[in-house]
DNA sequence: TATAAAGGTTCCAGTTACTGGAAGGTCAAG
DNA sequence: CTTGACCTTCCAGTAACTGGAACCTTTATA
């Protein structure tokens, strides 16, 4: 099938797979026409990395997971190790977003919003000493 | 001073407030030996800009922001409007982010982590009818 | 004074994962 | 035979830096 019904039916732009395509992630075969032609196990693998990153997996893991996917002998502790450090990552983001939230919410919840210049939102961003 | 100094006082990278310049963020002036000499006043922007950044504002909100910081005439309102908005992105990611864990702790506590090959995560990932 | 280290300069390229757009080839329908 | 949908390649841009090469200036030391 050519790259419009692969789009349709794995979800990513027709753009993103050729893109998939130039990085080595999913490469069709050709037709006579020069048009790519995607297998229904090419559209597997690309409905697969929509997945994958879809949960926040860079391309390099979707590289590595559709390798395992691939893999009959795979060993499903490589599946886990892989994301349970994304899982880890996704952790440490949420609380650096958590502290960073709690830090904005306290310089916006003490700023008046008027038409005054005075400001702890500026204040706080000034630094300590100013 | 030069920019190594101001790097210092500002925790930020000299790489960075090269780039800084380079966008017009902040513009040091030039001493006769074609080097960058930045003032206090310079210094205390880029200090701005570092803790704005950390704070996760988009350097195009640093902009307005540093403007703002500028301004006598300011209105707190404008301030608190940015950092409003900012603090909603944050949620907003702190919210996705959840969703995923959510979604990935699932399918990690589900999976073995084993030297099989059965794996919940790659069955997820492959999708519902696979 | 020679020189070497430290610190400054510019410019180019790479990072992540696409996305937009231009110029042009192919195909199915009417 | 033309129109429109779909396909192709290639180039450039995004955000915010970061690394590195090649080269110049200043400062400290032998």
Redesign the pocket.
Known sequence: M????A?RQSGL????I???EDIDLVVPR???????SYSPTDVHKLQFVQRA?GLGF???N?RTLLSLYEDENRASADVKAIAEGHLAEIEAKIEELKALRHTLKHLVDNCHGDHRPHCPIIDGLAGPEH
């Open positions: 050519n790259i419009g019904e789009a732009p027709a753009k993103t050729r893109y998939y050709r037709g006579g026409n020069g048009y790519r990153r860079s391309v390099q979707c």
